[in-house]
């Protein structure tokens, strides 16, 4: 079965970049919308942005203009980019995987990993 | 811009209990796109139902989504300790979008 794995540092400068990827094992990288999401300390659950396998994307508007997520088919792996970030951007990063019904792909979150806490602290 | 409240913030239940979670959209959504996650501290969080009212691969039929149009809701039956999670709600019919969860504590 398919297993999602996030990767990078756990700490970040305010206004440097943030980088993380995500290993996708047990399955391909074809097909499917792949997902980050964050959730701040004592917060809820903010969706980031997708990519789907033919390379398209969509952000969240509130992070469109600072976000870029990319994708790695030769290493089974998708990335993030959050550029200029403070301390608001401190979160537990999630990668995720949408499902496939009915014929669809979905840019749900079907598949998760098990996250990464990042804290953007000088 | 969808905005997706949910109600109540937080529930305190016994086990055993049923109750029933609320979701409503700002504007008419997919059911088709509709989906409910459950998350413990911790944990990754679990997608519990899609398409409003199927439930994903290995959860307990305890779980129960209906709804459409602008209201949701998701049951669950029979409440067991291991229940207690923060509960979200989301459209993913255009942008995706979480709701802002309910906190489920069983005592």
């Known amino acids: 079965q398919v297993q999602l794995q996030e990767s990078g540092p756990g700490l970040v400068k305010p206004s440097e970049t943030l980088s993380l990827t995500c290993t996708v094992s047990?399955?391909?990288?074809?097909?499917?919308?792949w997902s980050w999401i964050r959730q701040p300390p004592g917060k809820g659950l903010e969706w980031i942005g997708y990519?789907?396998?033919?390379?398209?994307?969509d952000y969240n508007p509130s992070l469109r203009s600072r976000v870029t997520i990319s994708l790695d088919r030769s290493k089974n792996q998708f990335s993030l980019k959050v550029r200029s970030v403070t301390a608001a951007d401190t979160a537990v990063y999630y990668c995720?995987?949408?499902?496939?019904?009915?014929?669809?792909?979905?840019?749900?979150?079907?598949?998760w990993g098990e996250g990464t806490t990042v804290t953007v602290s000088s | 811009e969808i905005v997706l409240t949910q109600s109540p913030g937080t529930l305190s239940l016994s086990p055993g209990e049923t109750t029933t979670l609320s979701c409503r959209a700002s504007q008419t959504i997919s059911s088709r796109y509709f989906a409910w996650y459950q998350h413990k501290p911790g944990q990754a969080p679990r997608l519990l139902i899609y398409?409003?009212?199927n439930r994903a691969t290995g959860v307990p039929d305890r779980f129960s989504g209906s709804g459409s149009g602008t209201d949701f809701s998701l049951t669950i039956s029979r409440l067991e300790p291991e229940d207690s999670a923060v509960y979200y709600c989301q459209q993913y019919g255009s942008s995706p979008l979480f709701g802002q969860g309910t906190k489920v504590e069983i005592k």
């Open positions: 047990g399955g391909s990288i074809s097909g499917y919308f």
């Open positions: 995720a995987r949408g499902d496939y019904v009915g014929g669809n792909y979905n840019y749900n979150m079907a598949v």
């Open positions: 990519i789907y396998y033919s390379g398209s994307t």
């Open positions: 398409g409003a009212s």
